[in-house]
């Protein structure tokens, strides 16, 4: 599946964004938003499955919503409250298994990254 991720930007401390990442398909795919900061590792940050089981980092837990419209192949990050440790890029992911989870090598799908920085 190809995956095109969209929706970053620059935004202050506070702020909100939605990120979308529109897909070829998405029946049957546990979807994920994962985000690399500068030096560091990649990390998970929320993923739905295909039951509509939903997992979040505890880092975004009450911050970030994750949605999914299968009827568009598009997935959503509503990401609100923003730090400026949030500044990263973005990437949508998505997994064939249909588990929630924050393995990465479940993933065999990626879309390009999307920056989002947080700053004043």
């Known amino acids: 599946v190809q995956l095109q991720a969209s929706g970053g930007g620059l935004v202050q401390p506070g702020g909100s964004l939605r990120l979308s990442c529109v897909a070829s398909a998405l029946d049957y795919y546990a979807i994920g938003w994962f985000r690399q900061a500068p030096g560091k590792e990649r990390e998970g940050l929320s993923c739905?499955?295909?039951?509509?089981?939903?997992m979040y980092a505890d880092s975004v837990k009450g911050r970030f919503t994750i949605s999914r419209d299968n009827a568009k192949n598009t997935m959503y990050l509503q990401m609100n409250s923003l730090k400026p440790e949030d500044t990263a890029v973005y990437y949508c992911a998505a997994n064939p298994f249909g588990t929630a989870t924050f393995e990465r090598n479940d993933y065999n799908s990626w879309g390009q990254g999307t920056r989002v920085t947080v700053s004043s």
């Open positions: 739905i499955g295909s039951d509509g089981s939903t």
